[in-house]
C-alpha cells in the first residue's frame, strides 16, 4: 500500500500516543451502575464502554424513556467517565518515541489530529504535560462531538477542521474499532497494536499495515 498524497495524519490517544493508564472495570461498573438504578441491566462481559452504553439506551429507548431523560442519563455517565479518566492521569507515560514522531512529521509539513474517546480535559492536559500538544493541529475528544468513535463522523469532523479530503488523509489507532471507524468514514488506517494478540485481531479484519514503533510511520511517508 502507497501513501504518496497524505496531507495528514489523525492519531487515536490511550494505546497509541500514550500508554493508557485508566480503569475500565471501574468505568464499566459505574456505567452498569446507572444504566441499573434505570431498571436497565446491560450484560457488560466482553463489551466495551460504548457498546454498553448504546445497548442501555436501545433498551431504556424500548422501555419508552424519553429522549431528554436519556440525555440526562448520558450526562451522569459522562461525569463518571472523566472522572475515572481524571484520576489516572498522573499515571500516564509516553509511548516510545511519541513525541518525536509528530515533531518530524510537523516537520514534513503534514497536519495533526487527535481523535480519541477519552474527555476534552484529560486529552489537553496530557498533551500539555508530554510536550505533544505544540504540534497538533485539532484535537477532537468524547466530549467535543454528538458522535464519538466509533461513529465515522467523529473522524470526519476532524478531517473538516484540518481542511484536507478525506482520501489524503491517514488514521492510526490501536484497536479494531479504530479500524472500522475509519473504514466507515474513508480514510486510510494503520494499525499499531501494542500486544501480540491485538495484531492477530487486526489481520483478520484485513488490516494490511502494522507499525512495530511509531517511528516506522516516518519510513511509510517519506
Given amino acids: 500500500m502507497g501513501f504518496s498524497g497524505i496531507r495528514a495524519v489523525i492519531f487515536d490517544l490511550d494505546g497509541t500516543l500514550i500508554h493508557s493508564t485508566i480503569d475500565y472495570r471501574k468505568m464499566v461498573s459505574g456505567v452498569s451502575e446507572i444504566l441499573r ?11 466495551r464502554i460504548w457498546e454498553i452504553t448504546q445497548r442501555g439506551e436501545e433498551m431504556l429507548m424500548e422501555m419508552g424513556c424519553e429522549p431528554s431523560q436519556w440525555e440526562e442519563i448520558m450526562r451522569n455517565i459522562t461525569e463518571v467517565l472523566n472522572a475515572v479518566e481524571m484520576e489516572n492521569i498522573d499515571k500516564i507515560t509516553v509511548i516510545e518515541d511519541a513525541r518525536e514522531t509528530l515533531e518530524s512529521l510537523k516537520g514534513m509539513g503534514l497536519k ?3 481523535a480519541t474517546r477519552s474527555c476534552n480535559a ?4 496530557i498533551l500539555r504535560r508530554t510536550g505533544m500538544g505544540n504540534f497538533v493541529d485539532v484535537l477532537l475528544a ?7 468513535k466509533p461513529d465515522p463522523r467523529h473522524l470526519l469532523q476532524v478531517i473538516e477542521a484540518l481542511r484536507v479530503p478525506p482520501d489524503k488523509t491517514l488514521f492510526i489507532g490501536d484497536t479494531t474499532t479504530d479500524l472500522r471507524t475509519a473504514k466507515e468514514a474513508g480514510v486510510i488506517f494503520i494499525g499499531f497494536p501494542t500486544r501480540p494478540e491485538w495484531a492477530e485481531r487486526f489481520r483478520q479484519e484485513g488490516c494490511e499495515t502494522l507499525l512495530k514503533s511509531l517511528k516506522q510511520l516516518l519510513d511509510l511517508l517519506r
Avoid: A, L, M, N
Fill in 142 to 148: 468524547r466530549d467535543d462531538t454528538p458522535h464519538p
Fill in 37 to 47: 438504578s434505570h431498571g436497565v441491566e446491560v450484560d457488560s462481559s466482553q463489551r
Fill in 122 to 125: 484529560y486529552t489537553r492536559e
Fill in 112 to 114: 495533526i489530529g487527535i
